[in-house]
Each structure stands twice: as structure tokens, then as C-alpha cells.
């Protein structure tokens, strides 16, 4: 026997379906007496499924209960009848619901089952007494995998689909905006062609005073040959 019990609905599949879109109208944090309002189910079938949709992620709480986001999503698109959606948030459930996951996986790997014995199968690995209302959960997982599209009936037998399961959206970095300030000397720089030389004009101002005396003006222009004019090879 297996070595660990899995949650499985106490309910057909069209039942499990029903409490679902129950759940969806009575909104969030709702009781097993609204739901029953609305689906005309007792609380005794809604709670005895209650365990199966936490597993499976669909519904989370304690004595009120409310529809996970994905939850939420699958009874929407089941009320309006949107078979790409249903069969994408019902592989999104199986793919995250390892029990679930396991059965296609072993289907995959034994090229197979005959359809007769694969529900006593769900029964077998699930831990579960072999009882009427057990049997039914079991049949209303296969009906469940059926929907999804990730099983289908070849022959006599249940088979594996090539279905790929919805993978998560990888995020590419976010990459910085920020741009780095250029002072307007930097730009002025940056657009000179690399043939192009600054040329620097220095002027010098000299305030000579006034005097008769020649030899001033001769001393200072000698003065100004030695140290500036000839420098520059002039």
C-alpha cells in the first residue's frame, strides 16, 4: 500500500464543478450554509470535498473559506465555458498538485493503462478505502485529467497526452534608465574631430610709465625678448 494518503473529492466531477462556481458566487470568507444555498448541495457533500480543493489549491481557510486566485480564475472560465482556459488553470492544479502530477507521470512512463483499471489505480495510490464514495472521487479524477487534456482514451486504454504544462514566465532584468550627467565641457570635447588642436591666445597687458629716459623702454623690451619671445623660437 502507499506509504502516504492523498485528499481526493467525495463527489462526481459535475458535483465538484457545482461547489466550485458556489464558492465563486458567495464571494470571499463564505460558509459551507451559503455555498449550499447556492448549489443546493448539503454541507455535509461540501465539506467532504473540502480537503480535495485545498489540496489542490483552489480553496484556502478555516471555518469560512475563500477561492485561491486560481480558483477563482478556473470557476470563471468553467461558468463561461471557456475551454482554453479551463484546460490551462486545470493543468496549472495538476502541475502544482504532486499526487495528480504523479498519475500522468506514471501513465507516460507504462505507455498506458487500460481504462477499466486506472481509477482503481487513483484509488490504490491515494490511500483511500476501497468504498462507493471513494470510488467516486477516483472516477472523478479521471474525468478531471480527462478535461484538462492531459489524458485521453486510446483503445481500451488511458493514455498520456503530449499536453505541456504552463511554465513560469521568466522576468528579463530590469534594466537602469539612468543616464549620466555630461558637463557641457565634456560634450563641446566630444564633438571636436580628433584632427582638430585648441589653439590658446595669451594676451599680456604692460603699463609702462612715463619718462624721457630711452633706456627704460630698451631694458624692457630686451627683457620681454629673453623671457617670452625667445622661448617660443621667436
Known sequence: MPSEKFAMPMSSLSEILKILSGYSHAGDKTSLEAVGKLTALSKTQISQNSAFFATAGL??????????????????????????????????????????????????????????????????????????????????????????????????????????????????????????????????ASTLPNSIVPIVNINIQLQIPETKDASIYENLFKALKKHLLDKHGN
Not at 62 to 77: I, P, Q, Y
Not at 109 to 132: C, E, R
Open 59 to 188: 480553496l484556502s481557510g478555516g471555518k469560512t473559506k475563500s477561492l485561491t486566485d486560481l480558483g477563482k480564475k478556473l470557476a470563471r472560465a468553467i461558468e463561461l465555458n471557456i475551454s482554453a482556459d479551463i484546460k490551462s488553470f486545470l493543468l496549472e492544479m495538476i502541475q502544482q498538485t504532486k499526487p495528480l502530477s504523479d498519475l500522468i507521470t506514471m501513465l507516460r512512463i507504462k505507455k498506458g493503462m487500460p481504462s477499466k483499471d486506472f481509477a482503481t489505480h487513483v484509488l490504490y495510490v491515494s490511500g483511500q478505502k476501497d468504498n462507493q464514495q471513494n470510488r467516486t472521487g477516483a472516477n472523478a479524477i479521471v474525468d478531471l485529467l480527462n478535461m484538462a487534456g492531459c489524458i485521453k482514451e486510446d483503445g481500451a486504454n488511458y493514455i498520456a497526452t503530449d499536453i505541456k504544462f504552463p511554465q513560469g514566465k521568466k522576468h528579463e532584468p530590469i534594466k537602469s534608465t539612468a543616464k549620466r550627467v555630461v558637463s557641457s565641457e565634456e560634450e563641446s
